[in-house]
């Protein structure tokens, strides 16, 4: 970069410029952007000082690991004030009151140097690590400050003019809150738009919204622990209210306010209700001989425009869970891309193959694909043959060799295969040209296709394959409050049993951690319910935590109806799974749904726990509940 010179090869800095302000804004990393190094580095910069080599007044800036740093140059902020270079972060610049306020931080273990314009007849911040001028550059002081600050320190304090410096762990503890100046107002709380009033709120774990109410500065936010109150207010703010309760106030120099934060709710002060009385109903019928796919869609695609397309088969094609882009243009298409073959986009997906039974047939070799870390679980009738898994993975290819007698001779005959789906590959869907054309094929890295991308029956040939994903489909699914990947195609899934309200009255007694009768591979639904009171005026946050314990299942969370969160025992740490107020209710009744599906033919015995992880003061006050009940659905296919 011309005029800009960096010592050390450690460390690459990007210059940006504001070309109407000149204030210049320089970015530093560390060159190797995987590196936990502590690495330290010069820079000379252009200002409109002439070019300076910083620091000036110490050795060199500190990069830890990944962080990185913008050092400013030329930066004006509020009404009249500058501020030449400032190695410290800028956390705040601006004018609250009749005042300009800046508000730098750096780390307590490294040292900052800033070079500013002082305004009005003020009092400097002269204490231990911090001095002042010894290398001024015209109108602007110099101000180094050493290693070893902590706390909120004072620089500079004038009636036209505040300038603090604090530590990273003090300075996450303000906030400068919109106030508007005329709450009614369309666009009331946006900066620039509805206000161009802001105050500095130290503290609170959260400040969420604040007016001045006559000479009264009223916030409202949440507390974790009881706090001291720092405030920097307009000039005609003589009091403070925290909730709508009056904080006892005093006045510091400068015309800061400080006041204390008692926090009266704890962590005890909120039960979670152990999770009992589960009830338990199969979700797989498709592997019974009772069960009919008569309805289900028939897998007969031939051609597809996903590629790489089939590895092998008898011409169906397979693919069930895909996205592409949908072109109405260009020279590669007569037709329109479609994605998802069979409408199914997301989640789990079933496949059943019939074949009229000979004798002969001893396995079928299965291409399998769903995604990194998927799973697939294959049936023969209502025998299971096994399932396959690989977290490196996303797609298996495995002979599934029937049991023995196994096979219906001159009966049809099904192979079931239920696949998850863990998402689509992020990668171009095509070049697009200025001329609006696409380029395909070669230009274009092969796809993934979610499905079973290959097929072979061993000793006899499928005569039908069909599919099942999720109620409606990718367009057609009835529940649009919770959208389109709420639902995959589990049997449960497709009736509404997730959703609250459905009736499991007649359902099977059985405990969540007893896991699928006989320790059978499978899916079933576990479903409950449970009350919560949590005290108004907090800010709770709850989870659901499942067992740490490696098994061999998979497990949907419902939660009043909503899926949020996927627990894959065998592969992933994902345990926990954090839940807001507004799908829980908090003031009544919750329902819980869980999915379980075993993948082999041994015992699992998962459980689930409600836990509370904080409790805060504050909150947000009632929150509309919007978690539709269940209706009928028709057949679920």
């Not at 998402?423 to 094929?441: H, R």
């Amino acid at each position: 970069m011309p005029g800009v010179t960096v010592t050390g090869s450690e460390t690459y800095v990007t210059w940006l410029r504001n070309p109407d302000t000149a204030a210049g804004f320089f970015i530093a990393r560390q060159s190797n952007s995987s590196s936990l190094a502590d690495t330290t580095f010069r820079i000379s910069v252009p200002t409109s000082e002439g070019t300076l080599s910083l620091p000036r007044t110490f050795d060199a800036i500190a990069l830890n690991g990944r962080e990185s740093k913008v050092l400013v140059t030329d930066y004006t902020y509020g009404t009249n004030s500058h501020v030449l270079y400032s190695t410290a972060s800028v956390l705040f610049a601006g004018t609250i009151g009749s005042r300009d306020v800046l508000f730098l931080y750096g780390d307590s273990d490294e040292s900052s140097e800033v070079a500013l314009t002082l305004s009005g007849n003020g009092v400097r911040g002269e204490t231990t690590g911090v001095s002042f001028g010894s290398a001024d550059i015209g109108e602007y002081s110099t101000i180094t400050l050493l290693s070893g600050i902590t706390g909120l320190l004072p620089l500079w304090e004038s009636d036209t003019q505040l300038v603090y410096y604090a530590d990273p762990i003090t300075a996450a503890t303000f906030w400068a809150p919109a106030i508007p100046t005329n709450p009614a107002a369309d666009f009331a709380n946006y900066w620039q738009f509805g206000t161009n009033t802001t105050a500095l709120v130290g503290g609170p774990y959260l400040v969420r919204n604040a007016s001045i109410e006559g000479s009264t500065l009223a916030l409202r936010g949440d507390l974790n622990r009881s706090v001291t109150l720092t405030v920097v207010a307009p000039d005609e703010v003589t009091s403070v209210s925290w909730n709508g309760a009056t904080v006892n106030t005093a006045s510091l120099t400068g015309g800061v306010l400080v006041g204390y934060l008692n926090m009266g709710t704890s962590l005890s002060s909120v039960n979670a209700p152990t999770l009992t009385g589960w009830r338990y109903n199969n979700s797989l019928p498709e592997v019974l001989a009772s069960f009919s796919d008569a309805d289900w869609l028939i897998a007969n695609h031939t051609t597809t425009n996903i590629m790489p397309g089939m590895l092998y088969g008898s011409g169906q094609v397979l693919f069930g869970v895909y996205i592409c882009l949908d072109f109405e243009w260009g020279p590669f298409l007569t037709n329109s891309i479609q994605g998802c073959d069979y409408g199914y986009c997301e989640n789990i997906v079933l496949w059943r193959g019939h074949f009229t039974g000979t004798g002969s047939e001893t396995s079928v070799n299965l291409t399998i694909n769903g995604g990194t870390a998927f799973a697939a679980s294959v049936w023969i009738n209502d025998q299971f043959i096994s399932s396959t898994w690989d977290v490196n993975a996303e797609q298996t290819t495995l002979v599934y060799t029937f049991p023995e007698g196994s096979v219906r001779v001159g009966e049809d005959n099904v192979v079931t295969v239920i696949q998850d789906g863990m998402g689509n590959d992020e990668s171009p869907n095509g070049i697009i040209s200025e001329s609006l054309t696409i380029t395909f094929l070669s230009s274009l890295p092969e796809k993934s296709p979610r499905g079973i991308p290959g097929f072979l029956l061993n000793g006899g040939n499928f005569t039908e394959w069909r599919v099942q994903g999720k109620l409606g489909g990718y367009t057609d699914y009835p529940d649009k409050v919770r959208g389109v990947l709420n639902e995959g195609g589990l049997y449960g899934e497709r009736e509404g049993w997730h959703l609250p309200g459905y009736d499991t009255s007649e359902w099977t007694e059985r405990d969540l951690s007893e896991g699928l009768p006989s320790g059978a591979p499978g899916v079933g639904f576990f479903v409950t319910t449970f009350n919560l009171s949590v005290p108004a005026e907090t800010d709770t946050l709850m989870s659901f935590q499942f067992d740490t314990t490696n098994q061999t299942y998979r497990a949907t969370l419902f939660v009043n109806g909503w899926n949020y969160g996927k627990r894959v025992a065998n592969i992933g740490p994902q345990t926990k799974f954090p839940v807001p107020q507004g799908i829980l209710n908090y003031q009544g009744l919750n329902t819980v749904a869980v999915a379980i599906w075993a993948l082999e033919d041994t015992p699992v015995s998962p459980t689930l726990a409600l836990v509370v992880d904080n409790v805060m003061e504050g909150g947000v006050g009632p929150i509309a509940i919007n978690n539709p009940a269940w209706s009928p659905r028709g057949t679920a296919l």
